[in-house]
C-alpha cells in the first residue's frame, strides 16, 4: 500500500535550437523546440506516469484519477521568459505522455450524441504561464543588477582567471569550429557546439568528440559558479530560493486536506536546478550534479505520509535516484517549530535563511490526520535521514565553491 499523497516536479524543457544567453546580463535569443526535444519530454510524462500512476509502482498516488485528468488535482507552470516557447512545447509533451489520449474523454449531448475529444480522446490540461513580467519566481536573474553584479565577481575572480587560462588549449583547438563566435570561458560556447554536433551531420563528422566533451565541462564549470553562491542565501542562489517558495506552498497545499492538489509540475530551464542542488547540499555526497542538467530532466519532490522524499533523473535515460541529504534533521524540526514566512526568499538575514533552507520542506507538516499530526510536531524526518526532536537554529556552515571543470566521466554529467 503506497503511502504518497503527492507530488511535485521540476522538469528541464527538451532539445531545441541554438540559443544564446548573454554572458553579461543573460539576456536571450530566440530558439524553438525540436522533434527531439518534444518526445524527450514526452517521454519523460510516459516515465512519470508510470512512476505515479500505475498502481504496481511503489510511488503510486493511491487518491489521484489517473485516466481522465482531474484538473482540479494536476496543476501546470510554465516559464514563459527565455526559452519560453520551448518549454511551453515541453510542458505540452510532457502531459501527452503524462495524460495520454483516452476514448472516455467524451461527452454525451442532449439529443443522444456521443462526441470523443480528438486524436482519439486527447486531454487538454491548463498550462499556466509565468511571465516574468509579473512573476519573478522562475527568471529572477534578468534585469537584476545585484545578479549582474555577481557575474562580474565570478568573472573576476582568481578561480575563474585560473580555470580560463588552463582553458586556453582548448578554446585554441575549437575556434575554427565556432565560425567568428567569441572563444572565452566567459562565452561558454557549448551551446552552439553541442546543437550542430546534435543536428548538423556535416559538422558532427568534422568536429572531434573530445572537443564537445571538453565544451560540455566548461560549460558545466561556467554554469554551476553563476548560479550557485559560497553562501546558502547568497545572489548567486536566486533561481533556487525563489523557486523554494513554490516548492514550500504546493507541498503544504498537497498535505491538506481541504485541498484536490496532488501532482504538480513546474516546467522551467535548467538554472533553478544547479541552485537548489547547492543550496540543499546535495552537491558534498553528489558532485555529479554541480553543471547542467541533460534536457528533459527531473527533479521530485515526493509527499509521503512521514517524509518527503527526494529523486532526481538526469534526463530520459536510467529511473529517478533518491538524492541523500548530508546533514541531520535539526534545521528541519527548528522550522516546524519556530513557522515560516515568505520574507526570507526575498529579504531574510543570512542566518535565518541558511537555518530555514534545511528545514523549508518540513513546514508542510502535520500531515493530513489529526493523530499523525500530533506526532509530526516533534518529530520530522526525510527518507533515510535520522531523525531529530531538538530545535537547532545555529548558523550552518557553508563552503560551497564552484570546483573547476574535470573531463572525467565521474566529475561530469553525461551527455
Not at 585560473?162 to 588549449?169: D, E, N, Q, R, S
Amino acid at each position: 500500500m503506497t503511502n504518497v499523497l503527492g507530488v511535485l516536479i521540476i522538469a528541464r524543457n527538451g532539445d531545441r535550437t541554438e540559443y544564446y544567453q548573454d554572458p553579461v546580463t543573460y539576456e536571450s535569443s530566440y530558439t524553438e523546440s525540436t522533434a527531439l526535444g518534444v518526445v524527450q519530454s514526452h517521454q519523460l510524462g510516459s516515465f512519470l506516469r508510470s512512476t505515479y500512476m500505475s498502481s504496481s509502482s511503489p510511488s503510486y498516488i493511491a487518491n489521484m484519477k489517473t485516466d481522465l485528468v482531474d484538473t482540479h488535482e494536476v496543476h501546470v507552470h510554465a516559464k514563459a521568459g527565455g526559452e519560453g516557447d520551448v518549454i511551453f512545447d515541453s510542458a505540452v509533451a510532457l502531459l501527452q505522455g503524462l495524460f495520454p489520449p483516452n476514448p472516455a474523454n467524451k461527452i454525451v449531448l442532449a439529443n443522444e450524441t456521443t462526441v470523443v475529444a480528438p486524436l482519439g480522446g486527447y486531454q487538454y490540461v491548463p498550462i499556466q504561464t509565468v511571465d516574468p513580467g509579473n512573476d519573478r519566481s522562475l527568471e529572477p536573474w534578468i534585469d537584476c543588477p545585484a545578479f549582474v553584479q555577481h557575474i562580474s565577481n565570478v568573472y573576476s575572480s582568481s578561480e575563474f582567471k585560473a580555470t580560463a587560462k588552463a582553458a586556453g588549449p582548448f578554446f585554441g583547438a575549437v575556434r575554427d569550429y565556432v565560425f567568428g563566435r567569441p572563444t572565452t570561458l566567459e562565452n561558454a560556447i557549448y551551446d552552439y557546439i553541442s546543437t550542430g554536433y546534435s543536428h548538423n551531420k556535416t559538422y558532427a563528422h568534422r568536429l572531434l568528440p573530445t572537443l564537445v566533451e571538453q565544451a560540455r565541462g566548461f560549460a558545466d564549470y561556467h554554469e554551476n559558479a553563476i548560479f550557485s553562491d559560497k553562501h546558502v542565501g547568497g545572489i548567486g542562489n536566486l533561481a533556487g530560493r525563489t523557486i523554494l517558495h513554490t516548492v514550500l506552498n504546493s507541498l503544504q497545499r498537497i498535505a491538506f486536506n481541504g485541498d484536490p492538489l496532488q501532482f504538480l509540475l513546474v516546467e522551467t530551464s535548467y538554472q533553478p536546478f544547479i541552485s537548489l542542488f547547492h543550496m540543499l547540499e546535495m552537491i558534498k555526497e553528489n558532485p555529479e550534479l554541480a553543471g547542467i542538467p541533460n534536457y528533459a530532466s527531473a527533479l521530485a519532490f515526493e509527499l509521503h505520509r512521514d517524509f518527503v522524499r527526494i529523486k532526481f533523473k538526469n534526463g530520459t535515460r536510467g529511473d529517478f535516484r533518491d538524492l541523500p541529504r548530508s546533514r541531520p534533521q535539526k534545521q528541519w524540526a527548528a522550522a516546524c517549530s519556530s513557522g515560516l514566512t515568505d520574507d526570507w526568499v526575498h529579504n531574510g538575514s543570512q542566518n535565518a535563511i541558511s537555518s530555514t533552507v534545511f528545514a523549508i520542506l518540513a513546514a508542510c507538516f502535520p500531515l493530513r490526520h489529526s493523530a499523525r499530526a500530533k506526532a509530526q510536531s516533534t518529530r520530522i524526518r526525510l527518507a533515510e535521514d535520522e531523525v531529530t526532536s531538538t530545535p537547532d537554529y545555529g548558523t550552518l556552515s557553508n563552503n560551497i565553491v564552484a570546483q573547476p571543470a574535470s573531463m572525467s566521466e565521474k566529475q561530469r554529467l553525461p551527455l
